[in-house]
Structure formats: structure tokens, C-alpha cells
């Protein structure tokens, strides 16, 4: 089955930078596009980013545009999320989700997530 | 940004009972409406695609309707494994978004 395990959150200051990572398997991860999804505290769902299959087309949510980088290394199968100029409300779960096709679709399987924490 | 808006928040229903959950569009996303049911510290899981595509392994249970801007999830029967909260989300348009979610309890 596809796993996908993410990596990297942490506590760190406001104005701080992050490096997550979703590391895939048991898939052939460059025919897919794959997203950030993140969820604050007892809040609902909310859609970070985005990235094709071959890694040529970018998306971003507007909260998070000029402060985030996605990007991925189809020769490793992983996917990351670079995260400048953190602020205390990006505080939440990070989960990165596998879209069923290679383009634009809903999520098949998602991470067990990580966890950010922005706070001084 | 598409903003998605499900009715209701929350609700309580018994097992067995018939429930929908409807998720309104602000503008037309054609049939690119997926759900997801997600229990608590756990990550969300596809149920239906679509609009009204079920996720391999999902129940006949769950089924999904809709066009345009107006969707409806229905469990026709809900079992106790159902109670969670569900999520709409659209992928039509860039930024995608999620509804608010809907919290089903046990009543």
C-alpha cells in the first residue's frame, strides 16, 4: 500500500524557517501531483500548496504565497515544503496527500502528518 | 478563492439513521467535489471523488450528488464507525479549498 511519511515539523520562533518532508513509496511518486494540507488546532482543513508530477507547475494558497516553497526530487520520491517567515497562525498539522491522477484531483492518500509550532 | 460552505456544522444522529450533508459552491465547479471523513488525530480519508465516484473500499453506504455549486453526501445508513467529521472540498480552481467541516455525533 502507499505510504507516505512526513518529517521535519517542529517548535520554532516567529519570522523562522522550516524544511518539511513526505517521503513515498510503494508508488510510482512522478506520475502524480501531490499537496500540503494543514489543519490548526481543533480547526478544519486547509489546502498549502501544490505540485504537478514532473514537478513544472506550482500552486499556493494566497496565506501562504512569497513564504513557501513546495518542490520535489523524483529521484528520491520525496516531496517538500520550504517555510520562511513563519508566523504563530501556521501553526498546525502538516499533512502531505497523494492525488489520484497527475494533474488537477482529490487526494487518495494522505500522511500521518507533522507537526509545526510557531511560538516565541 | 472558491469558498465552500457545508450545512451543518454539526448534527446528532443515531446508528441506522439516513443523514446528508450538503456543501454549496460559491460559483460553478462542475463535478470537481471530492469528500473526506476524517476521526479524530487521524488523517483525512477519501470517500467519494468526483462528485460521485467512490473511493475503492468506501461502503455502498455513502453516496454522493450534486453539480454546479450544490452537493449532498448521504450515508444511508449510518453505522458507528461513521461518527466523524466531514470535509467538501473543491479542485476546480486554484486556490482549492474545503468546506468547514461537519461533525456527525452520536445521539
Known amino acids: 500500500e502507499v505510504q507516505l511519511l512526513e518529517s521535519g515539523g517542529n517548535l520554532v520562533q516567529p519570522g523562522g524557517s522550516l524544511r518539511l518532508s513526505c517521503a513515498a513509496s510503494r508508488f510510482t511518486f512522478s506520475s502524480y501531483a501531490m499537496s500540503w494540507v494543514r489543519q490548526a488546532p481543533g480547526k478544519g482543513l486547509e489546502w498549502v500548496s501544490g505540485?504537478?508530477?514532473?514537478?513544472?507547475?506550482?500552486h499556493y494558497a494566497d496565506s501562504v504565497k512569497g513564504r513557501f516553497t513546495i518542490s520535489r526530487d523524483n529521484s528520491k520520491n520525496t516531496l517538500y515544503l520550504r517555510m520562511n517567515g513563519l508566523r504563530a497562525e501556521d501553526t498546525a498539522v502538516y499533512y502531505c496527500a497523494k492525488a489520484y491522477c497527475g494533474g488537477d484531483c482529490s487526494f487518495d492518500y494522505w500522511g500521518q502528518g507533522t507537526r509545526v509550532t510557531v511560538s516565541s | 478563492a472558491i469558498r465552500m460552505t457545508q450545512s451543518p456544522s454539526s448534527f446528532s444522529a443515531s446508528t441506522g439513521d439516513r443523514v446528508t450533508i450538503t456543501c454549496r459552491a460559491s460559483?460553478?465547479?462542475?463535478?470537481?467535489l471530492a469528500w473526506y471523513q476524517q476521526k479524530p488525530g487521524k488523517a483525512p480519508k477519501l470517500l467519494i471523488f468526483d462528485t460521485s465516484t467512490l473511493q475503492s473500499g468506501v461502503p455502498s453506504r455513502f453516496s454522493g450528488s450534486g453539480s454546479g455549486t450544490d452537493f449532498t453526501l448521504t450515508i444511508s445508513c449510518l453505522q458507528s464507525e461513521d461518527f466523524a467529521t466531514y470535509y467538501c472540498q473543491q479542485y476546480y480552481s486554484y486556490p482549492w479549498t474545503f468546506g468547514q467541516g461537519t461533525k456527525v455525533e452520536i445521539k
Open positions: 460559483q460553478g465547479i462542475s463535478s470537481s
Open positions: 505540485i504537478s508530477g514532473n514537478g513544472e507547475s506550482t
